[in-house]
């Protein structure tokens, strides 16, 4: 199946490294226009200047208050944003009873307040267009909790809500909207690990290894083209059998 994303113009967050930057560079790859988006321009400059021409760094802090006027500067400097990828996120893990509220209004502001702002304005416009793609980053832990990370899990439960819901709101304007559940994704932490607590970590997973950033790209992609306009409302589970 060949995906053209020629003409179409996507907003990827946390765009300079791990799952994100996957993504970015796939999309690029696939012909779409890029904008590789992150709280430092220059984290991402690299990113976008190796997917060349379609590449372009952009400076966005998603838990900041005038975020939603940066969105609007985008749609206005871009045209349409035809593409949506919700990645950027963050981890303050720690046991509930220990939990600060400071960590869980962080992870909560980032994770899930920030697809909220970012997300409308963008929807307004694929809404007119009758034509758009939102795809949020969940996690299975989203699905089957993990201890020490209530507010990491909740957020992801949330996102998963969030992106239920919208799919229902405006699926009848040809704007889907879908979640991809990753699991153990191998990534900078997961290289730092023995081998022996890696090991441990693989014999959970059905296919006995860590997923890698492209596993998701290559969802994400798909979820992005025209042969996956069909498809809305759904948590694509990429986690190689770890939840089922």
């Not at 492209?214 to 694509?236: H, K, M, N, P, R």
């Amino acid at each position: 199946m060949n995906i053209d994303l020629t003409g179409k113009t996507a907003l990827v967050t946390g765009a300079s490294r791990g799952i994100g930057e996957a993504i970015a560079r796939r999309l690029g790859e696939a012909g779409a226009k890029v904008l590789c988006a992150a709280r430092t321009v220059d984290a991402v400059q690299r990113v976008a200047g190796e997917i060349g021409e379609k590449g372009a760094a952009v400076q966005l802090d998603i838990t900041a208050a005038d975020v939603r006027d940066r969105i609007k500067s985008l749609l206005e400097e871009h045209g349409n944003i035809d593409i949506l990828v919700n990645n950027a996120g963050v981890t303050d893990d720690d046991l509930f009873i220990r939990m600060k509220p400071d960590a869980w209004d962080r992870v909560l502001r980032t994770n899930l307040d920030s697809a909220f702002h970012i997300t409308q304005e963008v929807a307004k416009k694929m809404i007119r267009a009758r034509w758009g793609r939102i795809i949020n980053i969940t996690s299975v832990v989203g699905l089957s909790g993990n201890p020490g990370q209530v507010n990491y899990s909740a957020s992801k439960a949330g996102i998963i809500g969030f992106t239920k819901s919208l799919a229902l709101e405006i699926g009848s304007r040809n704007v889907t909207v879908n979640a991809i559940a990753p699991g153990f994704i191998q990534t900078s932490m997961t290289d730092a690990m023995t081998a022996e607590a890696k090991k441990s970590m693989e014999d959970r997973i059905a296919a006995k290894r860590l997923g890698t950033p492209d596993d998701i790209a290559y969802a994400a992609v798909f979820l992005a083209s025209e042969q996956a306009g069909y498809i809305t409302g759904t948590v694509l589970n990429v986690s190689g059998g770890l939840y089922t």
